[in-house]
């Protein structure tokens, strides 16, 4: 049913025929892939000039430099000397990688790095070639990696606006803003059609409906790179990237990197809308996907990048692999993988293990495993791409047009046009007696931690990858929503008060809450449930406490995607899904007090029930509130306040806690000491006195913490809560937890190293009581460089004075010993305390 529904949005013309389960895997039948996937006319052709001047450039190369030009490090992992010496084809920055690891670095301080790269790259004095390397980056919502740079809405709220020619504005604005720092490439656009929205990437997806997917991708290509026929990577354009092929949106559970067991048919005609719109627009790179099709990992499927991509659809451009993305390939590390190339992967993105990986493949084309004419191919597509862009004909980094023109960087009129984004991106799921627009006139009381967070209404990918340890001062020129209701309220000789918990001293008219989920980015944001805030309903129990006051409530709910949050709402007289507006935040208020009503509709399906995975071609659809739903000001109000909050049974079982899962959780902050010095962390790589600290990568990219202790002095990664409020964890004592980790010793020990707590007493200052447990032992008896697993029963810490009730240090690592090692998922897990590795059970 799925399929023939789907069949109807895609165009007759691309679908005909189905693959059986059989063909799935295995398809090697030309005239049944014919059937499914088309041939597409792209709008950018070969031209002859461009293809003599691509054979004279490989002719004339040695093998090793063709291998170069296949291999994509990251900035913190080489230099311009390693430039200078291998000739990198290109170099990626990640998300949260910053010129010379300075967070705050200037678009000069960008560009200097782009020109000494490019540099080295053309100087032939080591390897013999002047090929121009190129700079990729994650620019997702903007330029989002540079402080100061417009942040536009996410996928998901520009899917609500329903608007291409917006999204082709706001990817021709952002490809000047890249430009501006020197930068030549941009891993976007995502065409993800997520089909489950438990998957951390669904703010990513512009809809669940394929054909929106498929027209927003064309527009940000040819917002990125220029229309074929008119400016094609001109000067004021950038290489575009449609990614991830193919279908991940749609793994099973939503789970990310996982496996998805479509049908080939439903893999085109859900999956693989976006590479019909986004390749026909001539996007000229293709990002590979870390998931799975029916068990097989799509860096390794030849089938999908070369029979599909390249030979059917016509795609003569490049494939580029996500980060490390070829080690997942079955007999693959990320050092060595002949066959991610022979499938059809021409550049390995390889932040760190560039060096081993290239000589590898070097030694793997030597002995045959790679043959030479796939590598001919891969740099041939590199090269094509490279003269199309015209880098060997524009001036270097430093003297293009736009390159270190601060004033592009968060221009006003760029930000207008985010503003223009918000607006239209606002959906109203409830508006009981017409309480929207408000009247500016009123006393307005306005609460919630994300009403004066430029940080948490923008997401992941925001300055930092996970959109984490942000303050508003690393936005400026933005705007929160409270900044914008302020002005509105003034402008009309109203009243407004900020008060994040809602207390008052003058009672208001009307409170305006604005909450929602922490950020998050990838697969640190999967989730098993779509309940929000599920065992600790702190934003439900305040806008019930104001209900209780009889003060009308308006909600304003910050998420990447849709959740159950039937309780929310039936504590709210409005409520309005603002997604993760970005930098300008006070847009949102224009809508409030009705300067424009409200235009966006739910670009996903709003689920009914805590467990319901529901999409719009379902044959049994029935979701809270459809695709497409959104009321304005005039329509009357579908929602009351009867929903149904029951939990299923399975829904309460005992669940972790996590401290520390790929990204820091909520409401906990991290925090660096070295004797009397203390740093909140707010980048990914830092150090204070005796403690060096970085983000490394365990299982996905950045999801462990790597410590590096000199010996010099004490010093300590500490979790505190925020403002160093208490926590009641005494549930994890009850339930019998115990506080478990992953660490990877790199070092021997010889001294003590402690994992602590601390908490505060009733009327006791914070950090009243504290234990601490040696755990230098069981480190010790761990293999070296191999992660392990370890594990302290709670009673272990009660024993020693800690009252569960008033946490305010949950975990606490350190040591005045000379010591190396690494951490990953940090949780209170329920049940475990008799299996703990220290356990005080009686």
């Known amino acids: ?123 032939d004095s080591l390897d013999g070639s002047t090929i121009p390397t190129m700079w990729g980056t994650d620019a997702v919502h903007g330029h989002n990696n540079v402080i100061g740079a417009t942040l536009f809405p996410h996928n998901i709220g520009l899917g609500a606006a329903h608007d291409p020619a917006l999204v082709e504005e706001i990817a021709h604005i952002t490809a000047q803003e890249v430009m501006a720092t020197g930068i030549d490439w941009v891993f976007a656009p995502t065409v993800a059609v997520v089909q489950d929205d438990r998957w951390g990437r669904t703010y990513e997806s512009y809809s669940e409906n394929p054909a929106v997917v498929r027209e927003y991708a064309a527009a940000v290509v040819k917002g990125l790179q220029g229309a074929a026929d008119k400016d094609f990577l001109s000067d004021q354009r950038v290489i575009s990237t449609v990614k991830h092929f193919v279908g991940d949106g749609g793994t099973v559970g939503g789970d990310d990197q996982g496996d998805n067991i479509a049908s080939e048919q439903d893999l085109f005609a859900i999956h693989a809308q976006g590479y019909v719109g986004g390749l026909t627009a001539g996007a000229q790179s293709v990002m590979a996907s870390f998931n799975s099709w029916h068990g097989k990992k799509l860096h390794g499927y030849k089938y999908l990048l070369t029979d599909v991509l390249k030979d059917r659809m016509g795609f003569d451009g490049f494939v580029v692999g996500d980060w490390n993305g070829h080690g997942q390939v079955k007999g693959c590390t990320n050092e060595s993988c002949a066959q991610a190339i022979n499938a059809g992967l021409d550049i390995f993105m390889v932040p760190s293990d560039w060096k081993p990986l290239y000589n590898n493949t070097i030694a793997q084309v030597k002995d045959g495993t790679i043959p030479l004419a796939r590598i001919d191919d891969a740099v041939r597509r590199i090269l094509r791409v490279k003269v199309r862009a015209g880098l060997f004909d524009k001036p270097s980094p430093a003297a293009r047009p736009l390159s270190g023109d601060s004033s592009l960087i968060g221009s006003e009129a760029h ?117 929000y805030q599920r065992g600790s309903k702190r934003d439900l129990a305040l806008l019930k406490a104001l209900k209780q006051q009889n003060i009308p409530v308006v909600s304003v709910f910050i998420s990447g995607r849709p959740m159950w949050i039937n309780p929310e709402l039936n504590a709210s007289d409005a409520f309005v899904a603002a997604w993760l507006p970005g930098s300008e935040g006070k847009a949102v208020a224009d809508v409030l007090f009705g300067l424009q009503d409200f235009k966006g509709k739910l670009p996903f399906s709003w689920p009914a029930t805590p467990t319901q995975v529901v999409n719009l071609g379902d044959e049994n659809y029935h979701p809270l509130l459809p695709y497409g739903f959104g009321l304005t000001f005039n329509d009357d109000n579908v929602l009351g306040d009867d929903l149904d909050e029951t939990i299923p049974e399975s829904q309460n079982d005992d669940q972790p806690i996590y401290l520390l899962s790929g990204a820091v959780q909520a409401p906990w902050v991290l925090w660096l000491h070295s004797q009397d010095a203390s740093l909140e962390v707010n980048a990914n790589t830092h150090t204070l006195g005796a403690l060096t600290y970085r983000t490394v990568d365990k299982e996905i990219q950045e999801d462990a913490r790597k410590l590096t202790f000199d010996g010099t002095a004490s010093a300590s990664l500490r979790f505190a ?122």
């Open 1 to 123: 049913m799925r399929t023939t529904i789907f069949a109807s949005i895609v165009s007759a013309a691309l679908i005909g025929g189905c693959a059986g389960p059989e063909q799935q895997v295995t398809q090697t039948d030309a005239n049944l892939t014919a059937k499914i996937w088309p041939k597409l006319d792209i709008e950018v052709k070969k031209d002859p000039v461009v293809e003599q001047r691509v054979d004279t450039l490989l002719k004339a190369m040695t093998l090793e430099q063709k291998i170069a030009q296949m291999i994509q490090p990251e900035i913190r992992n080489i230099t311009v000397e390693d430039m200078r010496k291998y000739g990198f084809g290109s170099y990626l920055n990640g998300g949260g990688a910053f010129p010379d690891n300075n967070k705050h670095a200037t678009p000069d301080d960008w560009v200097k790095l782009a020109e000494d790269l490019y540099q080295a790259s053309v100087d």
């Open 415 to 531: 930000r207008e046009v985010a503003r223009q984004a918000v607006r239209e991106s606002l959906v109203l799921l409830k508006n009981k007696q017409h309480l929207l627009p408000l009247d500016g006139k009123l006393n307005v009381l306005v609460a919630g931690d994300a009403a004066d967070n430029i940080g948490k209404q923008s997401g992941g990918w925001s300055v930092t990858w996970q959109g984490t340890n942000n303050t508003n001062a690393e936005f400026p020129g933005g705007s929160s929503i409270y900044d914008g209701i302020k002005s509105q309220v003034e402008a009309a000789g109203g009243q407004v008060t900020l008060s994040v918990d809602g207390s008052f001293s003058s009672k208001p008219d009307v409170a305006i809450v604005v909450y929602g989920e922490e950020p998050y980015a990838e697969g640190h944001g999967d989730r098993e449930t779509l309940i």
């Open 721 to 842: 809560s925020k403002s160093f409020f208490r926590e009641d964890l005494s549930a994890q004592e009850v339930a019998k937890a115990a506080l478990t980790f992953n660490v990877n010793r790199h070092t021997d020990l010889t001294g003590p190293i402690t994992i602590g707590m601390s908490c505060e007493g009733e009327g006791d200052a914070p950090g009243s009581c504290s234990a601490q447990m040696d755990i230098s032992a069981q480190l010790q008896a761990l293999p070296a460089d191999t992660w392990s697993s370890l594990s302290i029963d709670l009673a272990c810490f009660a024993d020693r004075g800690i009252d569960f009730q008033g946490i305010v240090v949950p975990f606490e690592l350190k040591t005045a010993t000379k010591a190396s090692l690494s951490i990953a998922d940090i949780q209170f897990v329920p049940n475990a305390a008799a299996q703990a590795t220290l356990s005080c059970q009686d």
